[in-house]
């Protein structure tokens, strides 16, 4: 893959927020042949490199309830030497949904001889093996493992690290283009060659969001609200600096990925709005508002990077209600963060208003949070989960 180095970086404690940068070719060929392309501000990513950060990644597909004809696309997408973790959360009852995309799974691996792992997030050995290792985040008030996208994601972290791989990545399922899902994990593995701290997270910027209507496709850049989710990201990071930024474009990239070393020290938020909390704890850790914990990160640093595609994004539009529900719950974990500014929480309050979302007198939710994985003890994790479980299945 081709592309440029960031054109500018806004530093936040140890943070760095990188700016998109762009993709030029998305094969740039086999080994650096031809170096006279190579420059100061263009970076070239072999095959080879690409290929050895995939043997080491995990790509989790977080699925719920989506059409198997879009989930075995997602599939074909996904480069064979990464490991593919499904994490669904599909109905069980009319029809069991997870055991046809389990049988789906199974006909696709048998072909591609390729390894992965299958899991329901409410699968009740994972709750025990949960408790097992004294992690009780992901429960309900009746013990069992609440829904939610970001728990699912959570979940396919933690089989990432059981599995021993380096870097996770994420992509939903209900993509339309497989080639477009492809991209997406080659920006994860020449973000992570680029990066120069083992601490690092990549998030894809899709160059446009088509609309499709009777009148045609429109090639669309971001939404309205995913754009008012960065400018509010940026904000937060204005009032602390006192300078304007618009460094953050990808604020609800539901593609990213991160090290593991990275991953299992951030506290994520429930449901849809793991995206933006992501962003907003990584500033709360790692910005030197509070003292370190860890001393590790702060001294190597933290990179995001944001890769703006070539494809665009053509996924399932699920209706207005979902949007408002999502964006609500990641604006609500903008707006309880200790480093939202209260000027910034009078205009987020006042804008969820003027979108019919909240009424005035009440504040947006506050989801629940989980904490970071790093003290789990993987291994009792492990066999807990293997012993209890009545859907994980690993191709190996
Ligand atoms: N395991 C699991 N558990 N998966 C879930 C759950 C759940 O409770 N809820 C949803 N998913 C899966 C869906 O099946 C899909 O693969 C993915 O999570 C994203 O959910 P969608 O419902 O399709 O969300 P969206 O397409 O509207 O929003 C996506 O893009 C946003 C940015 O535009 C998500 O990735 C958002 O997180 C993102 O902010």
Redo the contacts with the bound molecule.
Sequence with gaps: MKLDVPRFTERFGSVSLHGVQRVYELDSGHKNKNTKTESEVIRSIDDEIISKIEAEMAIV??????RLKLLEGVLSGIPHDCLTII???SPREPIDRYKLEKQAFEQFNRFTEKKSVIIH?KDPGLAKALEAVDYPDLFDSEGKIR???G??MFIGMLLSKMMGKKYVGFV???NYVPGAVNEYTKIFSSGIALSSTPYTMVRVSWIY?PKISESGVRFSKL?RV?EMTNQFLNLMISYYTGFETEVIRTG???EHCMSVQLAELLTYSS??S??PYEIVNLLEQFGGITPPEHKDTMEKGVEVMQIETRNPHF??E?GDL??KE?FSQ?WGSIFHSKLCHPELREKLKAELVSRGILDKVKEPPQLPKMRPFIDIDILKFEKILKEQTNSLTIFE
């Design positions: 597909i977080p699925i719920k309830g989506e994490v669904s959360n997030q829904n939610g996208k728990e699912g939903d399922s209900d969001k939404g995913s609800n990239s539901g449901g849809f793991i995206e996924h399932e699920k979902h949007i999502m990641g």
